[in-house]
T-cell receptor
Framework: NAGVMQNPRHLVRRRGQEARLRCSPM?????VYWYRQLPEEGLKFMVY????????ESGMPKERFSAEFPKEGPSILRIQQVVRGDSAAYFC???????????FGSGTRLTVV | RKEVEQDPGPFNVPEGATVAFNCTYS??????FFWYRQDCRKEPKLLMS???SGNEDGRFTAQLNRASQYISLLIRDSKLSDSATYLC????????????FGRGTSLIVHP
């Protein structure tokens, strides 16, 4: 399967725990974008990464959220000390050159209880 | 003013109808435009790119009006399977090429 792979599909965390969301881009894609979607709302940009570099993190909350895209392995979005308001669908998209159509993964639905 | 604005709808139309959505953008430096489709609880999927001269793909036609800073999507002969949320995506030039999504327009096609 050459698509964008996200895992887990569903993640349940208690308040205060850590959540780790993984995204493997399409083969040949080196640009990764993370978006958050709250129920009944649009996609909100969080962070844009290329291999080993954060290009733009203007959409990331200043605390508790971090992202990386190491040389080897998937991109990781990490949320520390989760709160109920973090419950959302988190989508990852990848592209080849950062300006043409994007392919999305199926998303990770995070529920904080 | 929001960067990318869409009427959230819902647009409720019968099968066979023609329906059009508009999307306005605020950044005049925007260069690339797309329409995506998102089904309930699924990921967005690229429907079509929008070119300056306008483009058509079967029952779908996309137009770009740079002077007024809006793009449109026209769906002819609506099918039940067209029911979804349609997202407008705009890309500005320069910087880091972050695609900006509108909130989406909900379409419901009924028998």
């Amino acid at each position: 399967n050459a698509g964008v792979m996200q895992n887990p599909r569903h993640l349940v965390r208690r308040r205060g725990q850590e959540a780790r969301l993984r995204c493997s881009p399409m083969k040949g894609h080196s640009h990764v974008y993370w978006y958050r979607q709250l129920p009944e709302e649009g996609l909100k940009f969080m962070v844009y990464l290329q291999k080993e570099n954060i290009i733009d993190e203007s959409g990331m909350p200043k605390e508790r959220f971090s992202a990386e895209f190491p040389k080897e392995g998937p991109s990781i979005l990490r949320i520390q000390q989760v709160v109920r308001g973090d419950s959302a669908a988190y989508f990852c998209a990848s592209s080849a050159e950062g300006r043409y159509g994007y392919t999305f993964g199926s998303g990770t639905r995070l529920t904080v209880v | 003013r929001k960067e990318v604005e869409q009427d959230p709808g819902p647009f409720n139309v019968p099968e066979g109808a023609t329906v059009a959505f508009n999307c306005t953008y605020s950044n005049s430096a925007s260069q690339s435009f797309f329409w995506y489709r998102q089904d309930c609880r699924k990921e967005p999927k690229l429907l079509m790119s929008v070119y300056s001269s306008g483009n058509e793909d079967g029952r779908f036609t996309a137009q770009l009006n740079r002077a007024s800073q809006y793009i449109s999507l026209l769906i002819r002969d609506s099918k039940l399977s067209d029911s979804a949320t349609y997202l407008c995506v705009v890309h500005a030039s320069g910087g880091s090429y972050i695609p900006t999504f509108g909130r989406g327009t909900s379409l419901i096609v009924h028998p």
